[in-house]
């Protein structure tokens, strides 16, 4: 038999499903409490577990609290329907005075309480009229709709409370079967769409040998378009257009490895020192941060090593009419140097090759040439 939480009053609890028990939920507007369990880390379970828990503490507030005064609730056909909470034996009481047992409970005809609810529009739907309570030991008390506490009746409330509890219990078992059961299928559907998607890669890497490395550790933490032809082919399913880019790009990488590796065999390596350079802008960007705008470039030079520092701030005048409107922009916008990428220029900056890599390295304090300048209007 399965094992599980269950409140003072012996309904299922569940760990919240909104806070995971912690209590607290970041966007929750009320302090942070979370709003599913009141701060209380666990919750009913949803469903009919839940209704029999909300009804058993809807019963058990009637139980125990009363409004004396008699109501009257009518239908449309115009009849009535009297209700009276108090009944000669009720043992009452008004905030902290001594229980005392009802006698007798009249209903004067004052109206103290009146509703226009449901029904046709303006129609009564039902009055509360003043009620005169006589208790056993001869005092008298009037009721105009004021709750009052009811003495409750032990055993009627116990087996209330046993009764919807077990149906809860019982409920809240057949819940537990039904997520078994939809866990085993949706586990059973996860294996068999793996299994094929499994077969589909296979296939697919047989008729393409190319694709190995691309599934391989080699780009197991690529990023952007490698990590997407990555995962297109590892679902066994992608297009002719993402699996010709697919190949296409193993590929090139292929070469430009093969270069890389000419250039190191050669001796190419970044240059220390201040230098001047020809190159070619082959990336530029933006980055923010408490001192303004910092605009980023790389360059290739002709030797085949490539080097990234600061844009130097004086070239953003050489900037087409169209940039020129975000150079004012406290945003980080790439857009004023956007129009450097694959323009050739002429760097003299103090260079420095990577410690790791010897065809990469950093420049700084650069003075920066556009050798091909663009048409300015």
């Not at 007798?104 to 009229?129: D, E, K, N, S, Y």
Request: with cysteine.
């Amino acid at each position: 038999m399965s094992t599980y939480r269950t409140d003072k009053d012996g309904f299922p609890i569940e760990t919240c499903w909104r806070c995971a028990g912690n209590g607290t939920y970041p966007s929750s507007a009320w302090n942070g409490i979370c709003l599913a369990c009141n701060g209380q880390t666990v919750t009913y379970p949803k469903g009919k577990v839940a209704q029999l828990a909300v009804q058993w503490h809807n019963d058990h507030h009637v139980m125990t609290h009363v409004t004396p005064a008699v109501h009257y609730d009518y239908a449309e056909d115009g009849t009535a329907t009297a209700w009276e909470p108090v009944r000669p034996g009720d043992q009452i009481r008004l905030h902290d005075e001594e229980w005392r047992t009802v006698a007798a409970v009249r209903r004067t005809a004052h109206v103290v309480g009146q509703t226009f609810i449901g029904l046709t529009p303006g129609r009564l739907a039902g009055i509360t009229l003043e009620t005169v309570i006589t208790f056993a030991d001869g005092s008298t008390a009037t009721s105009r709709g004021e709750q009052w506490r009811r003495r409750l009746d032990q055993d009627k409330a116990t087996a209330r409370r046993a009764d919807l509890a077990a149906q809860a219990v019982k409920a809240y078992e057949r819940l537990l079967k039904t997520r078994a059961t939809n866990q085993a299928k949706a586990t059973a559907k996860r294996a068999a769409e793996q299994a094929e998607r499994e077969t589909l890669v296979q296939a697919l890497l047989e008729a393409n040998p190319e694709l190995l490395v691309l599934v391989g550790d080699k780009y197991a933490d690529a990023h952007g378009f490698m990590a997407d032809m990555r995962a297109a082919v590892l679902s066994g399913k992608p297009s002719d257009k993402q699996l010709a880019g697919a190949i296409a790009a193993v590929r090139r990488d292929a070469e430009r490895e093969q270069e890389r590796a000419a250039l190191v065999a050669t001796g190419v390596t970044c240059p220390t020192g201040r230098h001047t350079v020809e190159a070619t802008v082959v990336w530029v960007g933006a980055y923010d941060s408490q001192w303004g705008v910092t605009y980023k470039l790389r360059i290739r030079s002709d030797e085949g090593w490539n080097a990234q520092g600061n844009a130097p701030r004086d070239l953003l005048r050489f900037a087409p009419p169209e940039f020129r409107s975000n150079l004012s922009d406290p945003l980080p916008l790439s857009d004023p140097v956007d129009w450097l990428k694959g323009r050739r220029v002429r760097v003299t900056a103090t260079f420095a090759p990577s410690d790791k890599y010897q065809l990469s390295g950093k420049f700084s304090r650069p003075k920066v040439e556009v050798i091909e300048e663009p048409a300015l209007a």
